[in-house]
């Protein structure tokens, strides 16, 4: 098989092994290989071990949790790969959550300077945001995503029953990622989202709801592979919540990426407010539905230093301006938004001063 195309096949599939089979069969015997993570195993891939076990696909087991995101854990996958005869026509199938789909899609790209993989995320997280956009990466030096590369898997296989086994928690972190998918592009799919029952989940309508919420990325990534232009749509509520999910990372008190997205939606979308006329009344009306559904970061303004130093380190920036995405309205971005810092300790501060309402 050659390089992939800037698209990924997404296959939204109720028989998963039915979908790895018809991609197996594309390559050559021993040469196609399976990256997991340790919880992913436990729980899923000994249900699929006699399927990988007669294809003849030796796996490599990650340790979970987004510390493990780090270049050890790339060399343990090269070194696997290595050492059983991987080359440039193999293909790594990677099951797992956005940490091990980011780390071993990265593993992949650089490995004999590029192999193909195939993504099967098993988070909603990983689902509608980590496995779609070609990005890999792992963190580095206390900063998240600080090494990667652009590099679409040929496939991406959705299947919501992975989404059964995954607590209340890492369900809502994927579903932050939906929301801002919503605010950025999609009215309608932000108040699908609002209906949406989170406590008695329907999994058939939820694959639906996911589709509708890839196809918002998608249609970013197709029109600006490497984020030069309009795919920085998709970082809204990131700059403010990378550097909350960093900060907290730093402090050994972790918090999930897609809670730090929604606590930087409501930072940014208070600059958007202020730099873009976003109005009043919707950024009151979503700043009280995130409270409900994230809670809130704690933050005091001792810590406001370090969380400008971490934004200000973003890969998004430039000329050292911190660099943000925001909303004129629910729908339309407004890209490359430099804001002064006195601003953006306005909007820390403001956050920091919110009240949880029961």
Sequence with gaps: MGNSTICSQIIYSRFPEQELLKWIEKYSN??????TEDTVNDIWISKFDDFFGSKGIKKVV???GENNKKIESVVKIWAFLSENGGDRKSLLINIGGGMLTDLAGFAATTFKRGIDFINVPTTLLSQVDASVGGKTGIN????KNEIGTFKEPVAVIINTDFLKTIDKENFISGFAEMIKHGLIFNPEHLEELRKFDIENIDYNHLQKIISDSVKVKEYFVAHDPTEKNIRKALNFGHTIGHAFES?????NKPIQHGFAVAYGMIAELFLSVKKCNFPLYDFENLTNWLLKLYGKYEISENDFGSLLELMTHDKKNEDGKINFTLLSKTGKIEINQNCEKELIVEALNYYKDLKLTE
Excluded: E, R
């Excluded at 021993?30 to 990256?35: E, H, I, N, R």
């Excluded at 580095?140 to 900063?143: D, E, Q, V």
């Design 30 to 35: 021993g040469k196609v290989f399976l990256a």
């Design 62 to 64: 990650i340790p979970a």
């Design 140 to 143: 580095f030096g206390g900063y």
């Design 247 to 251: 900060y907290a990372m730093q402090q």
